[in-house]
């Protein structure tokens, strides 16, 4: 009887622990087909607020501005923390190592609102002394790809960890030079890595308004940061229409992920299963 009522009452805290995680996103997608204003009662399945959306060319322009800035943030973010993590994991003893580890880590643990306004700071200290960078899309950029690379750190450094290095080691007693021996055999190992920083780093700018907030110019606003500034002024369907897009998008980049690593995963062990009957 005790395990019975332990094994429901897992089964139940996992349910009320989803429900409380996504219900609201699912009742705003609902709502965001709704037919008219009301956000307290479906009144019926109509497409106006997504052809709205469409009429709306700030959401528009910010779709694509957040489009670009997530892409090019995780490439940046992707390749810097392959950099940091190699350091970190091959190079066990330098001097600084310490403070290198801890200032790679800050951004985890640290406010966005702080990162934002330090780097609002270090911005406008820049621009009044070279005349450089105007905030935009580059200042985003740049704020985004400091909060990514940190997560892609993470990811790329606990891969490198676990890699059997006799593989490299091997390649260099047969001849390879160290930059062969990174192209050929370590990357394509922690290639896997590499694909989720970029997810990971992606996600986070697509999502990201505070950073944005800081860095962002006049004329130039992400996708989230259309959303909060409409849902400021007041509840308008549009923003479920505009915010469900958003929802999709990170969806899909997120299951395309996990579908390619399975079918990935399931490649290598017949690979690995063929090569042991032989």
Known sequence: MKQVLEKHFGKAWLVLVYA???LPLVFMIVFSFN???QDARFTGFSLRWYEALTRDTKIVE???LSLKVAAITGLLSAILATFAAFVLVRYRRFLGR???SGMVNAPLVMPEVIIGLSLLLLAVGAQNLFGWPQRGM?????GHTLLGMAYGVVVVQSRLSEMDRSIEDAAMDLGAKPHQVFFLITLPNIFQALLAAFLLAFTLSFDDVVISEFLSGPGVSTLPQV?????RRGINPTIYAAATLLIVTV???IVSYAVWVARATRR????IAAALRS
């Open 227 to 231: 959303i909060f500034g409409y849902a």
């Open 20 to 22: 409380f995680l996504y």
């Open 62 to 64: 910010g779709f694509w």
């Open 35 to 37: 037919s008219t204003r």
């Open 138 to 142: 580059l200042t985003i950029i740049l």
């Open 98 to 100: 310490t403070i290198f």
């Open 268 to 271: 290598r062990e017949r690979e």
């Open 251 to 253: 969806t899909i980049v």
